[in-house]
């Protein structure tokens, strides 16, 4: 059975510092999303990794990817307050119908 | 391109009362999908269709039925509410290609459910 786990669950950090959020999951995977949800928003895509060493940036926000670790991880550098958001990681089913299995979610909040 | 839309955006049910989630999407794609979210579990998938007439349950299908007879179109049933199935619920949609799911997932703006 697939499994996503995040953590940390919460993050509560000042502006300008960085951290991480990780993801493992728990069997192979064709390709990895990071999706953000404001409160009372939908999902909106932020990366989508397709192979073992996969690195994506955009502005503050870099993920990557090993599939031999089964691990991906979503670095934030000098966080803003406009990052403050929930942050999902999902992994796709194996066959042919894009099923996903998401992660709990983490919950950053970024203080000024 | 409205994209995913889902009417309604929030209900009231009372246990045991019935209603139907409608998810439409405009951008032709093959694959469809119902989530539901609840705090702390990330999203589960219900149900979802890799076509139009096709149906096929995910993880939590227990207590919802679906239909798909338009292609631009993914119906969630629920046929006696729970208060077990107050939850968001998000429909999404993807491309294929040459019968395989392709890309990514596109996300409607969720309904909202409380059933007392």
């Known amino acids: 059975e697939l499994k996503v786990e995040q953590n940390p669950l919460f993050l509560s950090m000042q502006e300008g510092k960085n951290y991480t959020i990780y993801c493992n999951y728990s069997t192979t995977s064709d390709r990895l999303y990071w999706y953000r949800q404001d409160p009372g928003k939908s999902l909106e895509s932020l990366f989508v990794?397709?192979?073992?060493?996969a690195v994506k940036q955009e502005g503050r926000l870099m993920a990557s990817l090993d599939t031999k670790a089964r691990l991906s991880t979503l670095h934030i550098t000098a966080a803003v307050h406009d990052l403050s958001a929930t942050y999902f990681c999902?992994?796709?089913?194996?066959?042919?119908?894009?099923?996903?299995?998401f992660g709990q979610g983490t919950t950053l909040q970024v203080k000024p | 391109n409205a994209g995913v839309t889902q009417t309604p955006k929030f209900r009231v049910l009372k246990t045991g009362q019935s209603m139907t989630l409608l998810c439409a999407q405009d951008?032709?794609?093959?694959?469809m999908y119902w989530y539901r979210q609840d705090p702390g579990m990330g999203l589960r998938l219900i149900h979802y269709s890799v076509g139009e007439g096709t149906t096929a349950k995910g993880e939590v299908p227990d207590g919802y039925n679906v239909s798909r007879l338009k292609k631009q179109n993914f119906l969630l049933g629920l046929e006696s509410a729970a208060p077990s199935q107050t939850s968001v619920y998000f429909c999404?949609?993807?491309?294929?290609?040459?019968?395989?799911?392709?890309?990514?997932?596109?996300f409607g703006p969720g309904t909202r459910l409380t059933v007392t």
């Open positions: 951008m032709n794609h093959e694959y």
């Open positions: 999902a992994v796709i089913r194996s066959g042919n119908t894009g099923k996903l299995i």
């Open positions: 999404a949609s993807s491309y294929s290609k040459g019968g395989r799911f392709d890309g990514e997932q596109y």
């Open positions: 990794l397709l192979s073992n060493g």
